[in-house]
């Protein structure tokens, strides 16, 4: 098994978040894993994203020509980087915010509802976790689980009050591909 994933949003929309949850349920889980976030004075507004290898085998590198899926939160995402997935290869696309289509037609394209999924949770800032969900479920090589640990991991301490939100919100993510 080798994924190769790309997660590209606007900063602030948590893609960096989500390939750092896949990459760590990946490791909790025992799989060979590597994320490497990019972003610059872009952070904030701008496109950031990163790149997760998930593999059953040891990665001898973590860049890669091809992905095997592309989540895109924003429409430069898709524009930028739909070209760069592999035949046969998922888009995730963000459908609340990208009105473009995946242009390919040897990709799969699953359009996710996240700002409108996250305000019925109660929460417009947890479309990240809608779209971890979509994708846990669409791929099915994660544990879910195994993803809510890493939510709750990801917000301990005084944040801990936002795991139930985060996992609510997860699930529904999850739902809405089943």
């Known amino acids: 098994m080798l994924k190769r994933i790309i997660i590209s949003g606007f900063g602030g929309q948590g893609g960096l978040a989500i390939g750092k949850n896949l990459a760590e349920a990946g490791m909790d889980q025992g799989y060979h894993v590597t994320w490497a976030p990019s ?7 701008g496109t950031a994203n990163c790149s997760v290898v998930i593999s ?6 973590p860049v890669f020509a091809a992905s095997t899926e592309l989540i895109a939160l924003n429409e430069p995402s898709l524009e930028k980087f739909e070209a760069g997935v592999q035949p046969g290869g998922t888009v995730f696309v963000n459908s609340d915010v990208v009105t473009d289509r995946v242009r390919r037609e040897d990709l799969t394209a699953c359009y996710i509802p996240c700002a409108r999924i996250a305000e019925e949770v109660g929460n417009p800032k947890v479309g990240n976790m809608v779209m971890l969900g979509a994708y846990t479920a669409s791929t099915g090589f994660l544990e879910p689980e195994t993803i809510e640990a890493m939510i709750a991991q990801m917000f301990a301490g005084p944040k801990a009050k936002f795991v139930p939100l985060n996992i609510e919100a997860f699930r529904r ?5 089943r």
């Open 39 to 45: 972003y610059g004075p872009e952070m904030r507004g």
């Open 56 to 61: 059953s085998g040891p990665i001898g590198s």
């Open 173 to 177: 993510g999850m739902a809405c591909v």
